[in-house]
């Protein structure tokens, strides 16, 4: 089998600069110390990965393992930023219904771009192990892999594809038109549920009935 042109990264580090920004718009009390902090550290990680990947074959395993911790970090820190928006919708007397929505709206669209990141990193190993010779069983299966006549006889995913599987779920609370295949990604499916579930349905809620 001849070896597949290696995936475009750049997505993935708009991305990865997005959930920067909206870590930055986050109020300080739902953040993990001051705000800077975890985007710092995004920036920090971003720029030896971006020379790594630069300079190394596509299928670097320093580049996967870099791209693994920046997903790792956003995903703890939103994950945190939820858990402490919770806690402060539960105090009767918070007013700041707006700014809580709009909270809500930043943590959301983070969650679903993280997790867009984690199916682009774990399906099939990885953007780098999809392009060699000998391609893993796919973790998430598309339209477009059961139905070959719906797309080019060279399709295969990329990261927008990726980040609309993210969206889907995340606003349906269920898979669309990607399934979910092997245990981890139904793992991954599930627990991107769960946050979304917290932000729109508790946390929305919640702010809707303070502006009222």
């Not at 709206?105 to 099939?124: H, K, M, P, Q, S």
Request: aromatic share 10%; net charge positive.
């Amino acid at each position: 089998m001849a070896i597949v042109r290696a995936e475009q990264r750049w997505q993935a580090r708009v991305a990865i600069l997005a959930c920067a920004g909206l870590y930055l718009v986050l109020p300080s009390r739902l953040s993990i110390g001051p705000r800077w902090i975890v985007p710092f550290l995004l920036v920090l990680l971003l720029i030896p990965l971006s020379i790594r990947h630069h300079r190394r074959p596509d299928n670097d395993p320093w580049v996967r393992y870099l791209g693994l911790a920046l997903s790792a970090i956003v995903t703890v820190s939103n994950c945190t930023s939820v858990g402490l928006l919770v806690h402060h919708l539960l105090d009767a007397r918070v007013t700041q219904g707006r700014q809580l929505i709009y909270s809500a709206v930043a943590i959301w669209a983070t969650n679903v771009i993280v997790f867009g990141l984690w199916y682009w990193e774990l399906d099939r190993g990885g953007p780098g192990a999809r392009a060699g010779e000998d391609p893993r069983p796919p973790d998430i299966q598309f339209p477009q892999m059961e139905n070959p006549t719906l797309a080019p006889s060279d399709w295969r995913p990329e990261f927008l594809d990726y980040l609309y599987t993210a969206f889907a779920n995340g606003i349906s609370f269920a898979p669309a038109d990607a399934m979910p295949m092997t245990h981890r990604a139904k793992a991954l499916f599930a627990a991107e549920s769960v946050v979304s579930l917290l932000t729109i349905a508790v946390v929305g809620a919640r702010a809707v009935n303070i502006l009222h």
